[in-house]
């Protein structure tokens, strides 16, 4: 509602409204008491049921992921991987182009993921690839995991040196 233009009428306004504020231009029916008086017992019910020391167990334990019932408990492990609802065949962007694929067992692997170009190599040669090593991806495309795209350094350094040769067309890119 838009303030009365009139002087006098935005006057009988501005109290009609500070009155209603007040809580004192209209007297409470005993209806509207009754219903405050039902919501404030139900509130006052619904805080004492949540400070019941056994519901409050109850919550806790099922924001733990335990539940009443063994069907909706959370068990380890039942999540992960293919399980997951979100499971996407387990690749997943880097957020800097590589794909990270899961691998939990695997000796370098970085919260059970490890980067697919490296797994990609590792197979092709059927050994764990050194930490030094580097896989470099010869059209500069990260995600483009297919083994004939891959090559191997076998030092950071040695990589390096490939990009910054002059006649290397992918010179900018750093890592590839
Ligand atoms: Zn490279």
Known sequence: MSAPKNQEKRAEWIKKLQEANLGISRPMSE???????VARK???KRIGYLNDVG???????RLKGKHSSPETEFKPG???GEKNNNWKGGLQNDGQG???VVAPNHPFAVYGKIRQHRLVVEKNIGRILKKTEVVHHINA????????????FESDYKHKKFHAK????????KKC
């Open 55 to 61: 519901t409050r167990k109850k919550i806790s334990e």
């Open 31 to 37: 209806e509207a008491r009754k219903k405050i008086s």
């Open 98 to 100: 590589y794909i990270r």
């Open 141 to 152: 495309i990260r995600d483009d995991n297919r083994i004939e795209n891959l090559y191997l």
């Open 42 to 44: 139900l509130r006052m």
């Open 78 to 80: 039942e999540h992960c």
């Open 166 to 173: 002059p006649f290397n067309l992918i010179s900018n890119i």
